[in-house]
């Protein structure tokens, strides 16, 4: 008998017919709300490069409503996108200690620990730094 | 029939190497960057001198401040556009070449931009 | 065949769709709904043999094992991969829809052409390949009534040395992980999760020289550089290979091959030619 196999292709919003093909696109598009707190920091790259007016322009600039809640999603999303890489990781690179592989759930506290430990230091960095000077 | 076929290595262990290391970044770095610079001065984390043109400059030009570019600007760019570019192809929008050089290329040209800016600023 | 015990007029009965397909009168899959009588130890295997011997003897499906272990019972349950063995019906009381699996071409109402999937399992060279020396002295040794003590020496494994690739070892060869993957599904080219994973535990696998035999297909685009880790794959497995977590930690690999190939001194040829047949 000869054989008609059916061929199916992938429909155009395949992404949206599955909860985890949703999630994993949700994931993705963590970057958008990133790259516009990337523009915010070039932004603010060239204002400190053109002297103290234009730098206080930045500084009022990002506490304009809609700055603050493109920057709010953005932080959302940075925020969700360390909470999928930090699970990602002990699958990619799990750490062997003797003949022993440490407990995922271990690597993932250490690196939300580690998320505590850059804010400290930053928030100490800025607030602290003329201190020292 | 695969067994004749010649493979060729792929270039995207740079691009990968580069999309996780930002990635790294952007998890670690930027979400106490956001809080402390979008919202700190309003939730009073940070007194208002802090965010001082004299203080800023002083710290971002510092050698180490390019650093710094490098971990919240240049390296998370070329995260995002790693994702732009498989998402692309995800969504059957786009997988040509133009579509990988376009996405690179604009990642290297905001990290050249960013390099410029930090050297012309100091 | 099992058969519920009691009658299965005082069964209840849940609606179970399925996609047929039937090449000689259907040019596409068409839903057909029938109503099953179930308990709690029917699995969505039970309710196909069951719709076959009382409804529709025609409807097609494969299946042997019915205890997880020779992987062709593999189906899509509202839209996710699953074994039609190992699924049960008590666990969708408002009804389910049972569908041929996912990215393959389907044969004939829940069977698929799964050639693909096994032409990308032999291009990535899944048996132990040994020590050039070691083969040698065995072929050597085949015609002469005295084995050279080479070829008899056993390939000794400590249980670390097992331990490291076993997980990725499990694999039933279902081919859920393939319907799974997004990325399959738009480049059939794509070695895809279970041949990379099953790429994985030889490379691990301390009694196999073969890394560099296989590392040229992986290090292809569409070897381990097609995934972008959406992960479903290891979340339908039903034997936890994790094969997305062997695809990522095979990028690693490949990056090194790619940083001491660029390093090394003889780079001219940087794709060693596959033997062609
Ligand atoms: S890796 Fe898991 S899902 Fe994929 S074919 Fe093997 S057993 Fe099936
Ligand atoms: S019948 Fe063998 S795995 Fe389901």
Known sequence: ?133 | MSLTKRFQRSDEPIWWSLFSAGGVCVAMLIPALIVLLVFGPSLGLLSPDTLSYQRISTLLYHPLGLMFIGAVIILPLFHAMHRIHHGLHDLQWAHSALAKWLCYGSALLLSFLALSLWLLGR | MKQPETKPSDMQHLSVAIQRYRPEQDDTPVWQSYQVPYDDSTSVLDALHWIKEHQDSSLTYRWSCRMAICGSCGVMVDGTPKLGCKTFLRDYPQGLKVAALANFPIEKDLVVDMSRFLQHLTTIKPYLIGEPSLVQAGSASAGSDQPSSAALQPQLQSPEQVKRYQQFANCINCGLCYSACPQFGLNPEFLGPAAIALAHRYNLDSRDQGKAERQPALNSKDGVWSCTFVGFCSTVCPKGVDPAAAINQGKIVSTMDGVIQWFSPKQLDATPQEPTS
């Open chain 1, 1 to 133: 008998m000869s054989r008609k196999p059916y061929q199916p292709s992938m429909p155009a919003d395949w992404w949206l017919k599955h909860p985890a093909y949703r999630f994993y696109m949700l994931r993705e598009a963590t970057v958008l709300p990133l790259l516009f707190f990337i523009g915010s920091l070039l932004y603010g790259l060239y204002c400190l490069s053109q002297g103290e007016a234009s730098w206080l322009v930045w500084l009022s600039w990002l506490q304009q409503p809609w700055v603050m809640a493109l920057n709010g999603l953005a932080l959302v999303a940075s925020l969700f996108h360390a909470f999928t890489f930090f699970r990602l990781f002990p699958q990619v690179m799990p750490l062997r200690v003797g003949s022993r592989t440490l407990p995922a759930g271990w690597m993932i506290a250490g690196q939300w620990f580690g998320v505590l430990l850059v804010f400290l230091a930053l928030w100490w960095l800025l607030g602290a730094y003329h201190v020292i000077n």
